[in-house]
């Protein structure tokens, strides 16, 4: 393992420091044998001697497969035969002239940037044999690299990236191939892979540019181990044996796919089998392991937050620090789950990404490489030079910081959704609230007609449903509770339709008319899902948990059909088991989205007390809800009344509730029976304070009129005042004119307020009591959220600050203490 202690201070710190005048191209030739040992940190330029569609799309635009438009060429091996049946192969020569330049090596030393990652495809070296498509060879474009590398003071990693036959079925070997089987593993020639790298070898032995060879590149985990891992053993011992030193040139190894302690504890096995085939210890010199990390390809990125995925950066840091690693390739591509929140704008997101990326992979034993130098389709997630013009990159570079563990799920949620996401108002989900449920694959359920899909990544109003009680049935639970594990629901589609099952397949096409509300009709029964979650039984279901939704009716799970690809977006039920694909992430609207802020809920079971109607509003729907519906100068329906008139209308801007003023829940059997209130509790003494009941079963009243009627003996609580300004509002109490100077601790002498909850929690207790309470961080009012947070532009900046003390002004307010990021300067 390359020792990082010798350069490391001096490599940190003018790793990314602009060239200055006086760094000419002389001066720089000076710094070569200063950095050959340094941890690579540079770009790859891809597209260049390897095409692929994205850093060479201008080459694969105009060429489609077959006369279908929506059939784009995928890889060299199609676009070559495409340009052969044309005639036209002068396009490739003539790309590799002008797609890198000595202009481009001098930027990216310029840049601050130390190496570069050449990859290949093996024709460019030997040529090819029989009906293969591809043109070469073509040694002089790597001969050219190599010479600039030297004489700008850059490293060079010669990467294989398209070896004889392929090392996979995929485009980046250099050939796409499909159906899925008709490439097999024993198709990559290693035999000819052997003569590339000893050609590769022999020519560059001498070059002090080149520090680095990459035997392949991404092999296909269908390569049994032993079989990569024994021509890997033979890889290494063929560059040495061709001049590639083992204290100058580090031969990388990929593991791609696979475990990494599984694939050392296979790769241990190899190097003593070398060991002994020649009689003693295997000087295998400096190798390390290449790994790439993408954020972007798979379901198992596409279903995280951008919490998630830096969550996951902290991991890949923590991995780099057990083995010898290079991260040869990674992006700012984030997954379809990865949306804006307190970062209002992907931009801001590729920003902290960034550094949070470049900070973990410090921590790599031979360094990094990004994907790609240019990719001008691709935007800044993956060309080097335009995310450089949008400020993604740090000028200078600090070594990380630490990161405090993240929770276990028993401790709750994770506090950087709370830096980095706006929750919702309040995170506890009962029947009558808007919500959106987020398959797998980060792709969110929708309603287009009578279809139920999974398509798109964002929420709008497509995606928005309505938690209903059991139709046709007993809710078994009353709306003032939150709804747990084991309690029953139906769903409501922005169509105002039910969902429901038929066969295998969930469409929302069904009206309560068609239902026979309060009547035990089949179709009713399966439009009725079970709530399950992984916590079991009584498990509370709050905003950002894990559900299933099991349909009563055939007891299958939801989930969508990923296993056809031709329709793998449809919703299907045909499951019965409870894994990764049927799991759902159930979501409020943020709270930016509900405006007004919610009223007292109101019975289910019982209807509002007639009242003289409100004019109109522009805007307003004529009925808002499904059970009861207002006309002007008609006083609300009472519980038998049906007006088939009535819509399910949902806003985008405004989710509808079915519990507001203008909506009023269909009539069910629910048990309503009051809830007794919220006992006392004394913040700040040793009992800790009873969450549930204070967020579940008191309800906080909106308005400040409705909280003054509402303030009765029965909520009467022991507080400790906290700050004067609050303590005269409060009848009956005397508070100094001054504050103290501990006015912020809480008096010995606690008073007797009569006041609502919502109050309650804005006096009670002091920075002592947040760790006790910081699950109500996500209550606070959107006005008091916009005075803690100051808005995206200062949250970017206390990310990104150097400053330790920075992060205390996250923690101002009424919000716990954050974790310090390991994000840069």
Request: aromatic residues 8%; proline residues 8%.
């Amino acid at each position: 393992k390359r020792s990082k202690l010798q350069d490391w201070p001096t490599a940190m710190s003018s790793q990314f420091e602009p060239a200055s005048a006086a760094d000419s191209v002389e001066n720089a030739s000076r710094k070569a044998d200063r950095v050959a040992r340094a941890p690579w940190r540079g770009v790859s330029l891809g597209g260049w001697l390897l095409l692929e569609p994205g850093p060479s799309r201008n080459l694969f635009a105009p060429f489609r497969r077959g006369s279908t438009p929506a059939n784009p060429l995928l890889c060299e091996w199609d676009l070559m035969m495409a340009l052969r049946e044309q005639g036209a192969t002068d396009k490739i020569e003539s790309h590799r002239e002008t797609f890198i330049t000595r202009t481009d090596f001098e930027r990216i030393a310029q840049l601050g940037m130390n190496a570069v990652r050449v990859p290949f495809g093996y024709w460019i070296v030997m040529g090819t044999k029989g009906p293969e498509p591809y043109l070469g060879p073509a040694l002089e474009y790597l001969d050219r690299a190599v010479q600039w590398a030297e004489e700008l003071g850059l490293q060079v990693l010669l990467d294989l990236h398209g070896a004889p036959g392929g090392e996979s079925a995929e485009a980046p070997c250099g050939r796409h191939q499909r159906p899925l089987g008709l490439w097999r593993w024993r198709h990559w020639r290693f035999k000819e892979s052997l003569e590339a790298l000893g050609i590769i070898a022999r020519r560059y032995c001498n070059s002090p540019a080149v520090t680095g060879v990459a035997v392949c590149n991404e092999p296909s985990p269908h390569v049994p181990l032993g079989a990569l891992c024994n021509f890997y053993g033979r890889a290494v011992a063929t560059l040495r044996e061709n001049g590639m030193h083992q204290d100058r040139v580090t031969v990388v190894l990929p593991v791609f796919q696979r475990s990494m302690k599984t694939f050392i504890k296979r790769w241990d096995t190899t190097v003593r089998q070398i060991s002994r085939a020649k009689g003693g210890d295997a000087e295998l010199g400096d190798i390390c392991f290449e790994v790439h990390w993408y954020h972007c390809f798979e379901n198992e990125w596409h279903g995280r937050t951008f919490a998630q995925h830096l969550r996951a950066v902290q991991e890949h840091a923590q991995e780099l620090r057990n083995f010898p690693i290079v991260v040869g390739e990674w992006s700012l591509a984030l997954g379809r789950g990865a949306q804006p929140g307190l970062l209002t704008t992907h931009a801001e997101m590729r920003k902290v990404f960034a550094h949070a990326q470049l900070a973990a992979y410090s921590e790599a034993s031979h360094g990094w490489f990004f994907w790609s130098w240019s990719d001008l389709g691709g935007g800044a997630d993956w060309d080097w030079q335009l995310a450089q013009r949008e400020g993604c990159w740090p000028t200078t570079f600090e070594p990380p910081r630490s990161i405090g563990e993240p929770p276990s799920r028993a401790e709750g949620a994770d506090l950087l959704e709370l830096v980095l996401d706006v929750p919702a108002c309040n995170p506890c989900i009962r029947y009558g609230d808007t919500i959106y449920l987020r398959a797998f694959n980060g792709s969110y359920l929708d309603v287009e007609g009578p279809n139920v899909r999974a398509r798109y990544g964002d929420r709008g109003q497509w995606q928005q449903f309505v938690l209903w009680p059991a139709v046709g049935g007993k809710a078994g639970r009353a709306s003032s509770h939150s709804l747990r594990d084991s309690d029953v629901v139906s769903l409501v589609g922005h169509t105002g339709l039910f969902v429901g099952v038929d066969g295998v397949r969930v469409e929302a096409r069904w009206s309560k008319k068609e239902l026979e509300l309060g009547e035990e009709t089949e179709m009713a029964v399966k439009c009725r899902f079970l709530l399950r979650t992984e916590g079991g039984k009584g498990t509370m279901v709050r905003h950002r948990s894990a559900i299933f939704l099991q349909n009563c009716g055939t007891e299958l799970v939801l989930a969508p059909n990923e296993g056809e690809p031709a329709a793998r977006s449809d919703v299907v039920a045909k499951w019965r088991d409870l894994g990764v694909w049927q799991r759902l992430i159930i979501e409020k609207p943020l709270c930016s989205s509900v405006q007004p802020p919610r009223p007292r809920r109101r019975s289910l079971a019982l209807a509002p007390t007639a009242r003289p109607s409100r004019p109109s509003k522009a805007g307003r729907a004529s009925s808002s809800g499904p059970g009861g519906s207002r006309q002007d100068g008609q006083a609300v329906q009472s519980k038998g009344a049906e007006d088939e008139s009535r819509s399910l209308a949902v806003s985008a801007q405004t989710p509808l509730r079915l519990n507001s003023p203008d909506a009023v829940l269909p009539c069910c059997d629910v048990d309503v029976t009051p809830q007794p209130s919220s006992p006392a509790h004394t913040l700040g003494g040793a009992s800790a304070p009873n969450l549930e009941a204070s967020v579940i079963e008191i309800e906080p009243c909106s308005t400040p009129r409705r909280r003054k009627s509402t303030s009765d003996a029965e909520n009467e609580v022991e507080l400790m005042a906290v700050t004067p300004s609050k303590a005269k509002s409060m009848a009956g109490v005397e508070v100094p004119a001054k504050p103290s100077p501990d006015a912020r601790t809480p008096r010995a002498t606690p008073m007797t307020v009569s006041t609502p909850l919502r109050r309650r929690r804005s006096v009670g207790g002091g920075s002592a009591e947040w760790d006790e309470l910081a699950e109500l961080a996500s209550l606070t009012t959107p006005s008091r959220r916009r005075r803690i947070s100051g808005g995206p532009q200062e949250l970017l900046s206390l990310l990104l600050s150097p400053d330790p003390s920075a992060q205390g002004r996250l923690s101002a307010g009424a919000q716990p203490q954050l974790p310090r990021l390991p994000f840069p300067s």
